[in-house]
């Protein structure tokens, strides 16, 4: 059959045909008035989209770089940080934390599991002295595609002087996320995630107090140096010559937000979430995530006892072009991933239902009945009516 | 006038059509085995282009993030480095060495004038301890358009054991750079340049030499952690989300390479830089380098006395669409920069002395004759019938 694929992952998102030509426009100076406007336009939408009147800055590196320039640019060596941990990319902070210096405290929960905003306020607690200077944690963990709640995750917070750093790269524009309301001072978004785009550029809005912080470090950083990314931003540059061709996307896919609304884009992805929950519970699997704290971007979904998650990400893949993901981490065994974020609709997940049906047939684990796009299709009409 | 540019930049390069093309094309899952092969075949062209057998990997990245990945995972804190400065860029790598750390000793040679290799084989001949670690020098400085002597400067280091790390970010592909031969231990890359593509990518090689001081390196670093991208590598991957887009612009921009061949590439960047040498003495301006020293990417000229650079670049721009470079570093208000690097033809250049007569015209400081063009020219049927 022709090659064609879906794209079922929790990022890179499938990228729109307009924006896929926004970034064929032709090359600019970094350094000239044309670029200047490109960076203020899209630093402007990405505002709104962060619900901030922060600063925002923008690298050219994938998300890994936006929470490592979080990091480097806030805590210094021997500085502790509180490490909420609920899958692999809570753990990846842990890494980050402590290849830079900083004693990382973790405060784990098992995966598939959201972190639970009462122990993370009574470990706050106990910190009399204020020792710990940051609270790192997700938003969306892709890993087990579980949502946390970053809003009673702050108010646990209370009066406790400790930053609080969200990574919300997997989440931003798929979930609510109030970066002012909610007082989150560090946001960190990735582009090819619910923005739509290739990977490559990382987001990060920065409070008063984050932005403190960053004078008072110590630690290294030059090309994540974000201090340096918002001198330049003031003269409309960046310090290191940037991924135009990105920004010229990112010009496009924020217009396309804007077209959708945020609202708008958080129902779709909320909808495409509970379409592939009752498709695939429907299909006789399990999830790895109950539904109060279900990702509205990736679910991960377990894998019947004795198969491997390649024995049907491999055959989705080959014999019907639907791309879904592996496991990762603690459940990489455990788990496949279908990613339903970004440039997604309806129509993709009921493809991709119908994939996983006939593979779940032929590997004897499933009877043919229509089951899981018949539920998938109950839930977009109920959504269509709504 | 209808808005059509002609960059004229030591980049980023205007982009091929046939490039941009490549990158629209559809997302893939960057763990799949679409990417692994993508990630291949990029990798064996580079090899080529970087004249290496050397494991080469690349970062989602622009050059200067290549510069720090170098300097982050070679040098220790309180290692010795010999840095050659003939320009901004050169004083770049003193100052992220500085910031993670490392002795950062200064060879300084002036704007405009290229390494001495004696004077390196000078200094290394006084260091019998071996106390330095590592030579970080350009291999094309942008800020003055002047070519280091790689291979002279390999030479001078002689049997001393310090690692000889090269920035090529704005000369590989431009200019000849033979890493096995040579023995350069780190050479850097980055996309925007000869490579045609939009910034976005930064590829290094590592000699074994290299690797051995990579494991042990105790310096931060985790984004641009160089042995987890080799790891990575090897399984077809890289740590974090690629810039798959850009892979798939350099896919084909190394076909294009390979079509023109490494060395009509040289010749082509050659005969670019003779065109603009000839043409801008033809229009009266003088040139920071001299012919000996002189970069195929770019060529910094003196801006006329009493005027600045501005004076010349805004107007280029603004009433005909021509874009070049300001100064940089030293020399920032007494240079303008012509670049001839990346997807540049005869017809750019032209174009572009024709505008630079007429704002010369109309400034006062020429008289219209057509003299750049001319010589030019001249230079140009040299070259075709050569």
Request: hydrophobic share 45%; proline share 5%; glycine share 10%.
């Amino acid at each position: 059959m022709i090659d064609k694929q879906i794209l079922l992952l929790p990022g890179p998102t499938p990228v729109p045909p307009r924006v896929a030509l926004a970034m064929a426009r032709p090359a600019i100076n970094h350094r000239g008035p044309e670029f200047a406007e490109l960076l203020h336009t899209v630093t402007q939408g990405l505002k709104k989209v962060f619900k901030t009147n922060n600063e925002i800055v923008i690298l050219t590196a994938s998300g890994t770089g936006g929470m490592e320039a979080a990091v480097a640019n806030l805590l210094s060596p021997g500085d502790k940080a509180l490490v909420i941990t609920i899958g692999a990319f809570g753990e990846r902070f842990v890494k980050i934390a402590r290849r830079f210096g900083v004693e990382a405290e973790v405060l784990a929960f098992p995966y598939g599991q959201a972190a639970d905003p009462v122990a993370i306020a009574e470990r706050l607690a106990q910190d009399k002295a204020g020792e710990i200077k940051a609270i790192l944690v997700q938003h969306n963990e892709t890993s087990t595609g579980v949502l946390n709640d970053i809003e009673a995750i702050s108010r646990a917070r209370g009066d406790h002087p400790a930053l609080l750093v969200v990574d919300a790269i997997s989440g931003l524009a798929a979930a609510d996320l109030r970066v002012d309301e909610w007082g989150i001072d560090v946001a960190i978004a990735g582009s090819q995630k619910a923005f739509m785009l290739p990977p490559g550029l990382t987001m990060l809005s920065l409070s008063d107090r984050a932005w403190q912080a960053v004078e008072r470090c110590r630690n290294n950083r030059y090309y994540l140096d974000l201090k340096a990314a918002r001198d330049y931003g003031i003269k409309g540059q960046t310090p290191y010559t940037p991924a135009v061709s990105l920004l010229y996307g990112l010009k496009e896919a924020l217009a396309m937000l804007e077209e959708e609304t945020l609202e708008g884009s958080f129902r779709r992805h909320a909808c495409l979430r509970d379409m592939v929950r009752a498709g695939v519970k429907a299909l006789g699997l399990e999830l790895l995530a109950k539904d109060q704290v279900a990702s509205p971007s990736v679910t991960a979904v377990k894998v019947p006892a004795g198969l491997k998650p390649s024995a049907i990400t491999v055959p989705l893949r080959e014999k019907h072009g639907v791309v879904v993901a592996g496991g990762q981490g603690q459940v990489k065994d455990r788990v496949f991933r279908i990613g339903h974020l970004g440039y997604v609709n309806h129509m993709d997940i009921l493809s991709g239902l119908v994939a996983l049906e006939e593979v779940l047939v032929s590997l004897g684990v499933a009877s043919l009945r229509g089951a899981g796009v018949a539920k998938a299709l109950e839930v977009y009409q109920k959504w269509k009516e709504a």
